[in-house]
Every structure is written in structure tokens, then in C-alpha cells.
């Protein structure tokens, strides 16, 4: 359909070059042919918008389910960071479930506990996406920042790591 348009202000050309007579006649032609050119393509864009795909819709497709249960976490430690807010924070996961996994959300809350006495210093969460077969454990890296954490050093610190909206690969 672009080619007509295309072939039409290819002809308005010509002939504004051929004839003189014709030439006071180019601007507003080619005008004319390129908003009918551009109502054209935004009515073909909104109609496709619309229209099925094609590919049928199953809404009972099976996608596999692991849920935090199905997941552990071991051999979890942090270590200070390059600046006084962040840590890195080292572990392994263990896929316990029978799909593989491709991703979880690691939580990680700091405390700090001197003489039995704990006050929360911050919470930060991270996305980890990570492949694990079933029965398997990897090892991951990420890094937790606490901002503010600078201002009331911590002197005894607790961590607690939790793992949250365990993905599974989706086949």
C-alpha cells in the first residue's frame, strides 16, 4: 500500500518538472498525498492493534509452582562493601522442588544486637536470577545496602535472609 503513495508523489514530481503549468500545483498535491499517506498507516496501525494474534489462548496452561519451602538457603554471610552502607552478601541456594528454578527474591534484614538488645538498622531486597536444576544448589553473589546505616555504627551485627517469590522456569 506505501508503493501507491510512493508512485503517486513520484508522478506529482514528474510532471512538476515536465510541465510548468503544473508546477503551482506540486505543494499543495504532494500535501494532500502524504496526510492521506499518514491517515492511512495510523488506521492500519490501530486495526492491527486490535486483531487476534492468532496463536490460541490456553488458560490451562500448566506452569510450575516452587514456593519458598521448596528453596534453602545455606553457608549465607556478609562482609562490609566498598562504602559503609553496602555488603556483600554471599550464599547457596538449594532447589528442593521438581521444576527447575529461574529466579527468587532474597531479603536480607540487619540488626544490630549489642548486649542482647537488637534495634533493626534496615531492610533491602534483591532480585536474583539464577538456574537451578531440581535437586541442585548453586552459589550466589549480590550486594544489600542500608542507607543511614553510616550515622549509628553497627557494632554487633545480626543478619537474617529470607527467600520470597521463588520463580520456576515456565516451559
Same mark, same amino acid.
Given at each position: 500500500?506505501?508503493? &501507491?503513495?510512493?508512485?503517486?508523489?513520484?508522478?506529482?514530481?514528474?510532471?512538476?518538472?515536465? @510541465?510548468?503549468? +503544473?508546477?503551482?500545483?506540486? !505543494?499543495? &498535491? %504532494?500535501?494532500?498525498?502524504?496526510?492521506?499517506? %499518514?491517515?492511512?498507516?495510523? *488506521?492500519?496501525?490501530?486495526?492491527? !492493534?486490535?486483531?487476534? #494474534?492468532? !496463536?490460541?489462548?490456553?488458560?490451562?496452561?500448566?506452569?510450575?509452582?516452587?514456593? !519458598?519451602?521448596?528453596?534453602?538457603?545455606?553457608?549465607?554471610?556478609?562482609?562490609?562493601?566498598?562504602?559503609?552502607? #553496602? +555488603? $556483600?552478601?554471599?550464599?547457596?541456594i538449594?532447589?528442593?522442588?521438581? #521444576?527447575?528454578?529461574?529466579?527468587?527474591? *532474597?531479603?536480607?534484614? *540487619?540488626?544490630?544486637?549489642?548486649?542482647?538488645?537488637?534495634?533493626?538498622?534496615? $531492610?533491602? #531486597?534483591?532480585?536474583?536470577?539464577?538456574?537451578?536444576?531440581?535437586?541442585?544448589?548453586?552459589? +550466589?553473589?549480590?550486594?544489600?545496602? @542500608?542507607p543511614?546505616?553510616? %550515622?549509628?555504627?553497627?557494632?554487633?551485627?545480626e543478619?537474617?535472609?529470607?527467600?520470597?517469590?521463588?520463580?520456576?522456569v515456565? $516451559?
Amino acid at each position: 500500500m506505501i508503493w &501507491a503513495f510512493a508512485v503517486a508523489a513520484a508522478a506529482i514530481l514528474y510532471l512538476a518538472l515536465r @510541465f510548468r503549468r +503544473f508546477q503551482s500545483w506540486v !505543494e499543495p &498535491a %504532494l500535501t494532500i498525498v502524504v496526510a492521506l499517506g %499518514l491517515a492511512s498507516a495510523l *488506521l492500519i496501525w490501530f486495526v492491527d !492493534e486490535r486483531a487476534p #494474534s492468532g !496463536e490460541p489462548v490456553t488458560p490451562n496452561a500448566t506452569v510450575p509452582v516452587l514456593t !519458598e519451602d521448596t528453596v534453602e538457603l545455606s553457608d549465607m554471610q556478609a562482609a562490609a562493601g566498598q562504602t559503609k552502607t #553496602s +555488603f $556483600r552478601v554471599t550464599g547457596n541456594i538449594t532447589n528442593k522442588g521438581t #521444576s527447575p528454578m529461574q529466579s527468587f527474591r *532474597l531479603d536480607v534484614v *540487619l540488626s544490630d544486637c549489642p548486649n542482647g538488645t537488637c534495634r533493626e538498622v534496615g $531492610r533491602d #531486597s534483591a532480585l536474583i536470577v539464577l538456574r537451578v536444576l531440581p535437586g541442585q544448589s548453586q552459589p +550466589f553473589t549480590t550486594f544489600a545496602v @542500608f542507607p543511614g546505616s553510616d %550515622l549509628n555504627p553497627v557494632t554487633a551485627p545480626e543478619w537474617d535472609f529470607g527467600a520470597r517469590d521463588v520463580r520456576a522456569v515456565v $516451559r
